[in-house]
């Protein structure tokens, strides 16, 4: 059976985009190719998030689209993949009949044999409706039953399936001409604490450490290949925890941690299990962990971590990151709400009071703007939480305004299906005041995030170079003799050379008011039909370590292809609130990039 052509698109969190690229990398390895654009495809798969239902609209109007298609093209595979799949289960099938294939984000290492069966029925389907004449004739509109529920799987045999997704992790293809100069390294999967308006405990599964050889191994393969800068994954980074003397050793993998148990009272910010600690039991903590990479691995110019949890966040990790300098000076630690009340409602197991001296704490380790080096925070907040009183929600603009975030991702309460929230508060913040109060919010984030970028200006600053700006794959955009289709990524041809520029950075269409400071990325297939003429001036977008978004032109006659996945200086001239503008200093040129490879 001949592997087909697929198109993928990624929906959510940066969790979602490193499983796209494990997929991408296990399914060309098997011989599959890979397409931006769907209209071409044999195989459409969405990969989805669930974490709030205005994400699932989007596929639920994809798959509408497809299953009109699927009418003149019967043998077309239509595949859902993530959190939404894991959390819909067979009722997906049933609404969406137009879906073969359901794959759960614990389940994404079967994905291979899931879509192999899956082309293998249709074209059958497809043969024997072919024999009938008729396009109605009986067969064309049966459905592939190749999806296999991972939550029993998962939940019985936690060791067995942890470890075949290790083996995903594993296999990782990383090639020195197929990246950006920047990676993804999950280092946890899953949660354990049940946030009550959160779907991600039940779609991702219990929390397990990922042995720490193995992401060590893994960024040294990334940055063979030229990558710079890694992030390390997972839903409370800072609570990795590997415990090597509870491993049991499976066909040379090492089992799964049950979680962690890394506690400390008032006062006391130390593990006291870690690796050279008391107790006999060697532990890999998440300060052991980032010392670990930074050391073994220098070639990683910029190493930094998402998302962290602000209790249990230990004074031996702002040390490591204080003494290692390659360690960025930049953390996500989300706080939801300003209230004590919603807090507890929210089971997020720590005060107001508490947030702000873990942000005190690590600003007292960290915050140097004297040597260049401020400690930037990035911060999540949920409005319209049931029950949130005009009170409650001032308690959130307070702290907003004390915690000085460089950025917030700001949403709006949705309720979702299968967690606590829903089941026990009423969602009785009306639609029209959560509106007004996320975009309360956000005004007053933007306001603070150009006082925070003012600071900026005059100075100096190290910028990793991700790419050309958004601005100017618009222009090329315009300029291409064929429109690229609108979801998928774009590549330029600069200076004779091809660039994937599928990371925009200034742009993004959701409605959470990020004011585009995440990452969208898209398929990372290149497309060389876009010529932007090698004499302009071509705006470059990067950020800092502190990952605040920095524009700048490519002088003349310096080429795009030289600075991209560098680290570069750039002076900063001036200040666009959620972004800053710069000029590019005298460019590093001994600094090796995955372009030169
Ligand atoms: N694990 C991270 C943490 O709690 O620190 C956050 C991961 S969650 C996938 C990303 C963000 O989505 C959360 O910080 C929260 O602000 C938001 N979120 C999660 N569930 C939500 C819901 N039901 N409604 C609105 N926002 C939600
Ligand atoms: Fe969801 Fe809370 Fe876990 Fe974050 S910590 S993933 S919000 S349950």
Redesign the pocket.
Known sequence: MPAGRVYLETF??Q?NELDSELVTGQLRSLGYSFTPDPATADVVLYNT?S??EHAEQKVWSRLGELALRKQTEPGLVVGVLGCMAEREGDALFKRMPVVDVMCGPGELDRLPSLLDNALRTRSALVAEAASYQYADAPGTSAREFALQGSTSRRSSTLAAAADNLELLDLSRAISPTDHSGTAYVRITRG?N?F?T????PFTRGAEVHRPPDHIVDECKRLADAGVIEVTLLG??VNHYRFEHGAAVLIDGLVQPQKGRVYTHKDGVHEDPYRSSGAGGERVTTFADLLARIHDEVPAIKRLRFV????RSFGDDILTVMREKPRICRYL???A?SGSDRLLKLMN?GYTVAEYLEFLDRARAFLHQPEIGRPLTVAG???VG?PTETDEDFEASKALVRRARYKNC?I??????PG?V?IDKFPDDVPENIKRRRNNELLALQNDISAEVGQEFVGHTVEVFVEGISRREQKVARRQAPAPAPASAGIALTVGGKSLSVDRAVDACGDD?GCGGTHIESDTPELDDRLAVPEERRIQMSGRTEGDVIVFFDCPAPQKPAELIGRVQNVRIDGNGGLSLKGTLLASKRHESSFIDR
Do not use: L, W
């Open positions: 959510g969190c969790m998030c974490v709030r949660c604490k946030c308006y959160c779907v991600v839903q409370t998302t962290s949890y602000p996500h630690v989300p939801q997020r999540d907040f949920i939480f991702f949403f709006k309460y949705s309720p979702r967690t929230a959470h």
